[in-house]
């Protein structure tokens, strides 16, 4: 039974656009997921009935694209619980795209963006073209090119999901074909916006016509955790050579996620947005994107309830 069936508070429309947005972060989306749930507790309603639209990238993709098909966080937690470390654990790049596609048969299985319940966004990149692809549900959010548009470009949303969790060069990268017949290169949507919230507000203020006073923006990162020791010892030789990449790719998305909220705050920051990111110092919170001890990744679950309640009086305005 779906967790979000037992949530059964409605709300009347006010007005007002309320927009959610996921960063990509790997496994670290276990601390999104203990955010969501304390934001989803406050409403009493599935998420996809409060927010107009939904954006995601990379892990905050799988996040998105599963609250905007109508399902609960604990069904979603449950889900990442069973499938996210086997991804992260796999060893090669071939093994990690396996285990991911595994898990987008698995949870999407046929689903596709006309089954949305509400406003999405997922974000991946070209390969070749070197920009964002954003699988999208609804025309009204189109930005011209609307006598084209299909949802999600006729793809899937295991498809789309796949392409915008691709963090190359660790997991392959993803070709969807669309309804246009072309055949597409995509990677994870993170080297473009692993903090997708200028996106979504691009999308509210420019084809949906909301006035900035009428926009709330909910902004959900993955935490900033200390970097991961490496224990050579640990790490078989044919990879070795590749783990100071990993460090690379985890700083890349870092400040790809900090450089595109300072953006957000410079082009939208009369826009009313809670930003949830919380920094650890800890040695013992060290962490990274491919994160796959359970007891670990369990207590990034707990630290997104608690950043939740750092900023539950402004969610409660927002959102109530």
């Not at 954003?134 to 392409?163: L, M, W, Y």
């Not at 790490?235 to 783990?243: E, L, N």
Request: aromatic share 8%.
């Amino acid at each position: 039974m779906n967790a979000a069936a037992n949530l059964s508070t409605s709300y009347q429309p006010d007005g007002i656009c309320r927009v959610l947005s996921l960063d990509g972060g790997g496994a670290k989306g276990f601390y999104t997921l203990g955010v969501l749930k304390e934001i989803e507790g406050l409403l009493g309603c599935p998420l996809h009935k409060r927010f107009d639209l939904i954006f995601g990238t990379s892990t905050g993709s799988i996040i998105a694209a599963l609250l905007a098909l109508g399902r609960g966080v604990d069904e979603i937690q449950a889900l990442y619980t069973e499938h996210v470390p086997r991804v992260t654990g796999a060893i090669l790049p071939g093994a990690k795209s396996a285990a991911l596609r595994e898990l987008a048969q698995e949870v999407f299985a046929d689903s596709r963006f006309e089954d949305m319940k509400t406003g999405i966004g997922i974000v991946a990149t070209r390969w070749v073209s070197e920009t964002p692809m954003i699988f999208k549900n609804d025309r009204v959010q189109a930005h011209g090119r609307t006598g084209t548009f299909v949802p999600g470009f006729g793809c899937s949303v295991g498809d789309a999901v796949e392409a915008s969790c691709a963090a190359y060069p660790y997991l392959k990268r993803k070709v969807v074909h669309t309804a246009q017949g072309h055949d597409v290169e995509l990677i994870d949507g993170g080297y473009c916006a692993n903090n997708p919230a200028l996106y979504a507000l691009a999308d509210a203020v420019g084809p949906l016509a909301h006035a900035p006073a009428d926009i709330r923006l909910v902004s959900i990162g993955v935490g900033m955790y200390p970097q991961k020791g490496l224990r050579m010892r640990d790490i078989p030789s044919r990879i070795i050579k590749m783990t100071p990449g990993v460090r690379l790719l985890q700083k890349t998305l870092e400040i790809n996620t900090q450089s595109m909220e300072s953006l957000r705050y410079a082009l939208f920051k009369h826009i009313p947005t809670v930003r949830i990111n919380k920094t650890y110092s800890e040695p013992a919170m060290a962490t990274d994107l491919f994160e796959h001890d359970l007891k670990k990744l369990n207590v990034l679950l707990q630290r997104g309830s608690e950043s939740f309640g750092e900023h539950e009086a402004n969610l409660r305005a927002f959102l109530l």
